[in-house]
């Protein structure tokens, strides 16, 4: 029923009724650096890095009232970005602009949420929260605590306990992450044209538990099929290569060129 829009160096939000075009603007105390509305549609947050605030909007209620939005400042932390889960109220707040280690969580839900702050070892680059939003995968752009020897590194975070995220050191760049719906598994595969380290890594929540597995040649995608309890890994090769692994037995099976077409 509506679209909303951000513009680069523009302090406000846009929002355009798609029955009609009407369009109205929301003034913000600066440029927004990321926009994302919630699951059900009820709620946008925007992210204001200049300012490090977060303003949620009410749709379609910030049409009638423009002003009628929850302004959340995040102290002595810096957030520019925003992961939002699937079936979760919750926002994942986050900058990759500068070098930071702090994950800020925010509950869209509640009229003025208190922030939460979930301290990592390394800055942060990505975040990829479960649908449920009780665990996230973060990347990070070094290794950080884990040692200067690893070019990338990740984590396995905890948010719905209070428990301490596991930090695991990468051998080369993460290249794809996926997650299963429920919650439970997420594939991270690395190694690019830079580094010829190419792995999968299989991160189980809530245990934290992270195996790693060698991959033939470089990962260009990876993906669950939940029903089939199958995790993928489709490959670079002149004639087509996926690995599968089971969910169950942790086997893998690679098939290439002419198998494909079978």
């Given at each position: 029923?509506?679209?909303?829009?951000?513009?680069?160096?523009?302090?406000?939000?846009?929002?355009?009724?798609?029955?009609?075009?009407?369009?109205t603007d929301v003034a913000l105390a600066a440029s927004p650096t990321d926009l994302d509305l919630s699951p059900d549609g009820k709620v946008a947050v925007a992210v204001l890095r200049d300012t490090s605030e977060v303003n949620l909007l009410p749709v379609p209620g910030i049409v009638a009232d423009p002003l009628g939005f929850?302004?959340?400042?995040?102290?002595?932390?810096?957030?520019?970005?925003?992961?939002?889960?699937?079936?979760?109220?919750?926002?994942?707040?986050?900058?990759?602009?500068?070098?930071?280690?702090?994950?800020?969580?925010?509950?869209?839900?509640?009229?003025?949420?208190?922030?939460?702050?979930?301290?990592?070892?390394?800055?942060?680059?990505?975040?990829?929260?479960?649908?449920?939003?009780?665990?996230?995968?973060?990347?990070?752009?070094?290794?950080?605590?884990?040692?200067?020897?690893?070019?990338?590194?990740?984590?396995?975070?905890?948010?719905?306990?209070?428990?301490?995220?596991?930090?695991?050191?990468?051998?080369?760049?993460?290249?794809?992450?996926?997650?299963?719906?429920?919650?439970?598994?997420?594939?991270?595969?690395?190694?690019?044209?830079?580094?010829?380290?190419?792995?999968?890594?299989?991160?189980?929540?809530?245990?934290?538990?992270?195996?790693?597995?060698?991959?033939?040649?470089?990962?260009?995608?990876?993906?669950?099929?939940?029903?089939?309890?199958?995790?993928?890994?489709?490959?670079?090769?002149?004639?087509?290569?996926?690995?599968?692994?089971?969910?169950?037995?942790?086997?893998?099976?690679?098939?290439?060129?002419?198998?494909?077409?079978?």
């Amino acid at each position: 029923a509506y679209a909303l829009v951000r513009r680069d160096n523009q302090s406000q939000i846009n929002v355009f009724s798609l029955a009609d075009g009407a369009r109205t603007d929301v003034a913000l105390a600066a440029s927004p650096t990321d926009l994302d509305l919630s699951p059900d549609g009820k709620v946008a947050v925007a992210v204001l890095r200049d300012t490090s605030e977060v303003n949620l909007l009410p749709v379609p209620g910030i049409v009638a009232d423009p002003l009628g939005f929850t302004t959340i400042g995040i102290p002595d932390v810096i957030v520019g970005s925003a992961s939002l889960a699937p079936k979760s109220p919750l926002a994942l707040l986050y900058t990759n602009a500068v070098p930071n280690p702090v994950l800020t969580v925010v509950d869209t839900s509640v009229a003025m949420p208190d922030p939460h702050f979930i301290q990592l070892w390394a800055p942060i680059k990505a975040v990829f929260p479960t649908d449920d939003a009780a665990h996230a995968i973060v990347l990070h752009e070094t290794g950080g605590d884990v040692g200067s020897q690893y070019p990338a590194a990740m984590s396995v975070v905890p948010i719905a306990n209070d428990l301490p995220a596991k930090l695991m050191g990468l051998d080369a760049p993460a290249t794809s992450v996926a997650i299963s719906p429920s919650g439970q598994n997420a594939l991270i595969a690395t190694g690019d044209d830079t580094h010829a380290q190419y792995r999968l890594y299989v991160a189980s929540m809530p245990s934290l538990e992270v195996k790693k597995y060698e991959l033939a040649s470089q990962p260009i995608v990876a993906g669950i099929v939940a029903g089939a309890q199958r995790r993928f890994v489709a490959q670079k090769h002149p004639d087509g290569r996926i690995t599968f692994v089971d969910f169950t037995t942790g086997a893998l099976r690679t098939l290439t060129g002419f198998e494909l077409a079978s």
